[in-house]
């Protein structure tokens, strides 16, 4: 799917596949230097890190095991409440694992940092976050992202596993949704 295709409900490209492949690479050679000779769990958060994680789980030479969870935040529309709810909890055992959260997208935090919380709260070795994109601009609590892609303006986005009402997941690249399919 291509933005032309979209006619109209996208402002602009963000960021474009090659980029975030680029970036992506990048960040594994950091992972696999940080890791090496270490156990490795990618927990991916449904839906929006399915791109991402499938990306940056080919790009890793270095053994992983992968798990997911689903969250959703109470709240409308395209604002995040903080109040977090469990649709589907991991299948591991988080014991002595390093767990690397994968996510698409750090708004707010609220998620995240409830998020790390709870998978803390489960005696894991280590609890480290890479996440794709992050809108600093938006930040209510302040989050410690060891692995990120990009910083991003406040606006709604979408592509790349994002969504506005299910839409354009898949869609190549990071762009902006045009506000009046939202507002
Ligand atoms: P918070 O505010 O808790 O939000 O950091 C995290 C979750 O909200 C979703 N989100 C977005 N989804 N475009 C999207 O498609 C966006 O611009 C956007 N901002 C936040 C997303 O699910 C993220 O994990
Ligand atoms: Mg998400």
Not at 54 to 76: C, F, N, Q, T
Not at 91 to 100: A, F, K, P, S, W
Request: hydrophobic share 45%; glycine share 8%; with cysteine.
């Amino acid at each position: 799917m291509e933005p032309r295709d979209i006619d109209g409900d996208l402002t602009e490209i963000l960021i474009e596949e090659e980029q975030i492949h680029g970036r992506l690479a990048e960040l594994c050679r950091r992972i696999e230097a940080d890791y090496a000779g270490k156990d490795l769990l990618l927990v991916g958060v449904l839906k929006g890190a399915v791109m991402v994680m499938a990306d940056l789980a080919r790009e890793l030479k270095h053994p992983i095991a992968m798990d997911w969870m689903a969250v959703s935040s109470y709240g409308s529309g395209t604002q995040s409440s903080g109040v977090v709810r469990i649709l589907k909890d991991l299948d591991t055992d988080l014991h002595g694992r390093n767990v690397l959260i994968v996510e698409d997208i750090i708004d707010s935090g609220l998620t995240l940092s409830w998020l790390i919380a709870n998978l803390k709260s489960r005696q894991p070795e280590s609890v480290e976050i890479c996440a794709l994109l992050r809108k600093p601009d938006a930040a209510r609590v302040d989050i410690d992202v060891k692995y990120l892609g990009f910083d991003i303006p406040n606006q709604f986005v979408v592509g790349y596993g994002l969504d506005y009402a299910e839409k354009y997941r898949n869609l190549r690249s990071v762009a902006v949704l045009a506000p009046h399919i939202y507002s």
